[in-house]
């Protein structure tokens, strides 16, 4: 695990003439190349969805919702055999079907439409660099460094690292292609800048 000083931060900045500040005087923690998939997209889609937008939640209740309905018309029509009955059981059974393939398809498919019409991002090519205080993403349309204490939060699955500017928006690092010892490395961050 990485020890973090508060005071590393002060020691790497620099300032220009120009009034910005740049913070690597110092070389990084790690350095590797990322290029973000359209799989990769959809992965950090469907994790904010459920994560900070209670997807999973929220397709759980309207389905138990449905599911007591649908149950509901059915002993109703073991009791009175009627048309209207069974005309709202179909009703409500095309219903939840279309709510689910809205909740599950749709929204795949309107990332991938999203992901697809950005063209400057769309399987961009990038250097991460990580210091113990920022990182720092870098394109060949420019770069960006961001320091860990602007942060929302750092989160994990067992493929990647979202480091989250808000709750919609975040950065996508794959573990796969981090060096080793990264993995250890993030959870220190996120443990000392409380993410």
Request: glycine share 4%.
């Amino acid at each position: 695990m990485t020890k973090f000083d508060d005071n590393t931060r002060n020691e790497a900045l620099v300032k220009h003439d120009n009034g910005s500040e740049e913070m690597e005087t110092t070389p990084p923690d790690f350095t590797f190349d990322e290029q973000h998939t359209e799989e990769e997209f959809l992965k950090f889609n469907r994790f904010v969805r459920n994560k900070f937008f209670h997807g999973k939640r929220s397709m759980v209740i309207v389905n138990v919702w449905y599911s007591l309905l649908n149950i509901f018309y059915i002993v109703i029509l073991f009791f009175m055999n009627s048309m209207e009955i069974w005309i709202l059981l179909g009703l409500f059974v095309c219903l939840q079907i279309y709510y689910n393939y809205k909740a599950i398809y749709a929204v795949d498919k309107n990332a991938r439409k999203v992901y697809r019409q950005n063209k400057i991002l769309a399987g961009i090519q990038m250097q991460l660099s990580f210091w113990k205080d920022h990182y720092k993403v870098k394109t060949n349309t420019g770069s960006d460094s961001i320091a860990y204490k602007n942060l929302f939060s750092i989160e994990e699955t067992d493929t990647n690292f979202y480091l989250m500017f808000s709750k919609q928006q975040g950065q996508i690092v794959v573990k796969d292609k981090a060096p080793k010892g990264f993995t250890d490395f993030m959870r220190g961050v996120k443990q000392h800048y409380k993410l």
